[in-house]
């Protein structure tokens, strides 16, 4: 399944994605148990949704990771999808931290001027 293909409700199913994004951990106090909650963005070549990772489920993934997310929960909050695991859904790292490639940096050749210097130094030496 891709996520582009996610509608609201359960995803049966399994999509498999990179972790493009991890945001800053939130703490919550509620009906008297304190939680935590971060929000990860997953992407796939078909689009991202936002992944909502609870307590445990935080430390174990980080950006750059291959994850497969098996029977999920999609949910939509002001008109986004998410998507987490629910009751019965699991995330399982397929790879870890798979980096996003590198812009290429692109060799310029030297300017007139140094290459005047070079020959002129090279007479002399």
Same mark, same amino acid.
């Not at 992407?43 to 980080?62: A, H, M, Q, R």
């Given at each position: 399944m891709l996520i *582009?293909?996610?509608?609201?409700?359960?995803? *049966?199913?399994e999509i498999t994605a990179i972790v493009?994004?991890?945001?800053?951990?939130?703490?919550?106090d509620k009906f008297g148990k304190k939680g935590r909650v971060c929000n990860a963005i997953?992407?796939?070549?078909?689009?991202?949704?936002?992944?909502?990772?609870?307590?445990?489920?935080?430390?174990?993934? *980080?950006?750059?990771?291959?994850v497969k997310l098996s029977n999920g929960?999609?949910?939509?909050?002001?008109g986004e999808?998410?998507?987490?695991?629910?009751k019965f859904g699991q995330i399982e790292i397929l790879e870890k931290g798979i980096p996003k490639p590198?812009?290429?940096?692109?060799?310029?050749?030297?300017?007139?001027?140094?290459?005047?210097f070079i020959k002129e130094e090279e007479k002399v030496g």
């Amino acid at each position: 399944m891709l996520i *582009n293909e996610l509608q609201p409700g359960p995803a *049966n199913g399994e999509i498999t994605a990179i972790v493009s994004e991890k945001s800053s951990i939130r703490e919550f106090d509620k009906f008297g148990k304190k939680g935590r909650v971060c929000n990860a963005i997953l992407e796939d070549g078909s689009g991202s949704i936002t992944l909502t990772l609870w307590n445990d489920e935080i430390e174990s993934l *980080n950006v750059g990771d291959k994850v497969k997310l098996s029977n999920g929960w999609v949910s939509e909050f002001r008109g986004e999808k998410q998507i987490s695991t629910g009751k019965f859904g699991q995330i399982e790292i397929l790879e870890k931290g798979i980096p996003k490639p590198q812009p290429v940096k692109e060799e310029l050749p030297p300017a007139e001027e140094d290459v005047e210097f070079i020959k002129e130094e090279e007479k002399v030496g």
